[in-house]
């Protein structure tokens, strides 16, 4: 058998470990459309969507879909959830004629919605900015995910409907591998006992998809660098001021 390097060595590890800590039925996920309704305020989304007319032509995000909406967590801390992201309508029109390439994400955005004629329609210029859905680049719009009938479900390619409770496998349409990561637990976040037999399995809980990413802009975004931890006096990578005061 030939020789394994050091990262699958480390891969197969992890998998063992995962799967041997998480046995089928030992862990749940978090009840997301208590989170929607408790915190978040918008859901059901048929207390708003019910009666009002499906238009299933992809358009720029507007009404209470326009700004991001805030909420507080048990711990006091505030949360922005944005729907879309503010962009220059500048940035969306791309080159007059030419179709965008699959890397001018924003181009192909707003050929998507058909940005100069709705800046033509309203009297905007490309300096002014709109509210789009930035997720898949251009390539999703909100019926790709979101049921046009029952907004309280999200829907699959296939026309099969989900709970928001079972989104992590909307997401894995997608992103099948990160699913498979996912759900053996080399991917993601757990909370509780990884032993069943310590705990009750309630008390372990697995993360959804979307309660680390945004559902709307799943990428993280940038975030401002720290400083380095301080390590012990007589550790390796020590601060040399620690070594001088350890010194005298």
């Not at 030992?26 to 499906?54: I, K, W």
């Not at 949360?79 to 699959?102: N, R």
């Not at 995910?145 to 349409?173: E, I, P, W, Y």
């Not at 660098?225 to 020590?238: E, H, K, Q, S």
Request: some cysteine; aromatic content about 6%.
């Amino acid at each position: 058998m030939p020789a394994m390097n050091r990262s699958h060595m480390t891969l197969a590890l992890l998998v063992a470990v995962a799967v041997c800590a998480l046995p089928a039925g030992a862990q749940v996920t978090a009840d997301r459309e208590a989170t929607l309704s408790d915190y978040h305020g918008y859901f059901p989304c048929m207390d708003c969507h019910g009666d009002q007319e499906t238009i299933a032509t992809p358009r720029i995000l507007e009404e209470e879909h326009f700004e991001p909406l805030e909420w507080e967590d048990d711990d006091g801390v505030t949360h922005l959830v944005p729907f879309g992201k503010k962009l220059a309508i500048g940035d969306l029109l791309g080159e007059e004629g030419s179709v965008p390439t699959p890397s001018d994400k924003l181009a192909r955005i707003g050929a998507r919605l058909n940005i100069a004629s709705y800046m033509d329609r309203n009297g905007l210029s490309p300096a002014d900015s709109v509210w789009t859905l930035v997720h898949g680049g251009g390539n999703l719009w909100c019926l790709d995910c979101h049921n046009a009938d029952d907004r309280d479900k999200l829907v699959m390619q296939n026309g099969d409907l989900l709970t928001f409770n079972q989104s992590q496998f909307l997401c894995g349409s997608c992103h099948g591998p990160v699913l498979e990561d996912w759900t053996v637990g080399i991917h993601g976040k757990t909370v509780g006992f990884w032993d069943p037999a310590v705990g009750d399995e309630e008390e372990t809980v697995r993360m959804m998809c979307v309660e680390c990413h945004d559902s709307h802009r799943p990428a993280f975004r940038s975030m401002m660098p720290m400083p380095a931890p301080v390590l012990r006096i007589d550790g390796p990578g020590a601060r040399s001021d620690h070594k001088k005061e350890a010194a005298h």
